[in-house]
């Protein structure tokens, strides 16, 4: 016989939870069709930031994963900012508060302390190295220049590098600035 939690119930129970679960729905449409658009503000933004270089920069133990997988941290930001909204439209707002944030990260931190165990995982060259062919494209175009992102943007698309996203440009060129491959203007990257 299993073990563990279970759910016994009669044929009236299994009505009964798939009515349940109409109602649920119902919910879920209607705080979807609410709440469309939710805000991040000034302070929330900086504190995702801080939060998501605070977990790199404590624990080496995610080196190998960032090595693995360059855009990481876009991805984590991206998942950061649409978990954040749903823990506030669940609360019925339309605005992130920090402590959203912090529910959002100990989720984070539990799945990266369960990567960080995995063993290393077979990924093709062709993954590893699109994000270095990229990176490699801009510093060939652009060495000792300043550069803005409608530039980058500009120049990979016109050589077909899957069109990327401003995220993802912007990503490689802090992440060139952070290896020494270039400078932040003072301006910042423009757009």
């Known amino acids: 016989?299993?073990?563990?939690?279970?759910?016994?119930?009669?044929?009236?129970?299994?009505?009964?939870?798939?009515?349940?679960?109409?109602?649920?729905?119902?919910?879920?449409?209607?705080?979807?069709?609410e709440f469309k658009t939710i805000k991040i503000s000034v302070d929330v933004s900086d504190y995702i930031e801080k939060k998501l270089a605070?977990?790199?920069?404590?624990?080496?133990?995610?080196?190998?994963?960032?090595?693995?997988?360059?855009?990481?941290?876009?991805?984590?930001?991206?998942?950061?900012?649409?978990?954040?909204?749903?823990?506030?439209?669940?609360?019925?707002?339309?605005y992130i508060v920090i402590e959203d944030i912090d529910l959002t990260f100990r989720f984070i931190d539990r799945k990266l302390n369960f990567l960080s165990q995995l063993e290393v995982m077979e990924i093709s060259n062709d993954?590893?190295?699109?994000?270095?062919?990229?990176?490699?494209?801009?510093?060939?175009?652009?060495?000792?220049?300043?550069?803005?992102?409608?530039?980058?943007?500009?120049?990979l698309q016109k050589d077909k590098y899957e069109n990327p996203n401003e995220r993802t440009v912007r990503r490689d060129l802090e992440y060139l600035c952070r290896e020494g491959f270039a400078s932040k203007p003072s301006r910042g990257y423009g757009k």
């Open 54 to 94: 605070k977990i790199f920069d404590d624990n080496e133990k995610y080196a190998p994963l960032q090595k693995h997988f360059p855009s990481m941290l876009t991805r984590l930001e991206i998942s950061i900012e649409k978990m954040a909204k749903a823990i506030a439209v669940l609360e019925m707002r339309d």
């Open 127 to 155: 993954y590893q190295n699109k994000d270095e062919k990229r990176r490699n494209k801009i510093i060939e175009e652009f060495s000792g220049q300043e550069i803005t992102l409608d530039d980058a943007s500009e120049l």
């Open 1 to 33: 016989m299993a073990r563990g939690e279970k759910f016994l119930g009669t044929e009236m129970n299994l009505q009964e939870s798939k009515s349940n679960q109409k109602e649920i729905r119902k919910i879920i449409a209607l705080l979807k069709s």
